[in-house]
């Protein structure tokens, strides 16, 4: 009876060896699978980021040669109005612009008038 129980006790361990071995081996395929498919997922999602950011540069590469067309456009269009200015005019803008800087520049002038 020893020996019948000890053959049993040793079966039942050697089945519960090969469960526990599928076990881990259906785990072990469960965890490659879903490693493939978060790695799938993560390739997916920074692909979607790099087509995002692609946009997102043109779109401002695109603002900023507008913007710089603008502020060209306006700086060309004061450059010809200050082009059409005459001498007389350009003194008074300029000691004007002078009088800001260095306001003691205002009396000389106004000394000089009288």
């Known amino acids: 009876m020893g020996d019948e129980l000890l053959s049993e006790i040793l079966e039942v361990e050697r089945e519960v060896r090969q469960q526990v ?53 306006e700086a060309n269009a004061f450059r010809e109005r200050l082009g059409r200015l005459g001498d007389d005019e350009l003194d008074v803008i300029v000691v004007r612009h002078l009088e800001r800087i260095r306001p003691e520049i205002g009396h000389d002038r106004q000394d000089e008038q009288a």
Do not use: N, Q
């Open 21 to 73: 071995d599928a076990l881990e081996a259906e785990t072990a395929e469960r965890l490659a699978a879903l490693g493939r498919e978060l790695e799938s997922a993560l390739e997916a999602e920074a692909d979607l980021l790099r087509k995002e950011l692609a946009r997102s540069l043109e779109a401002a590469e695109l603002s900023a040669r507008r913007e710089a067309t603008a502020i060209l456009e």
